[in-house]
């Protein structure tokens, strides 16, 4: 199983990103999915989980309000609407998952905020 990550770019601080992460192939056993991300010199941080089929969210406080994480369980696939962008969310995001308790990364979208 391989996840895909899409919906990076280039954006102005207070602009908007939509990214999207799909399993491939679609099979069962994905009931967690997240996005992480990591910034240049920082380490890697949760920005936000998903219980697929539960539909239950958490988010690191530094983007609550602004980003909101949905799933689509049957389709194996996530979405991060990114909203109210600022200069410190520029990092690769990474999508993760997990397929029958083992964990899957994707290749990691960049999203460059510029103030």
């Known amino acids: 199983v391989q996840l895909q990550a899409s919906g990076g770019g280039k954006v102005q601080a207070g602009g908007s990103l939509r990214l999207s992460c799909v399993a491939s192939p679609t099979v069962s056993g994905i009931n967690y999915m997240g996005w992480y991300r990591q910034a240049p010199g920082k380490e890697r941080e949760l920005v936000a989980i998903i219980l697929t089929e539960a539909g239950h969210t958490r988010y690191a406080d530094s983007v609550k309000a602004r980003f909101t994480l949905s799933a689509d369980s049957a389709k194996n696939m996530m979405f991060l609407q990114m909203n109210g962008l600022r200069s410190e969310d520029t990092a690769v995001y990474y999508c993760?998952?997990?397929?029958?308790?083992?964990?899957?990364w994707g290749q990691g979208t960049q999203v460059t905020v510029s103030s």
């Open positions: 993760n998952a997990l397929h029958n308790g083992d964990p899957i």
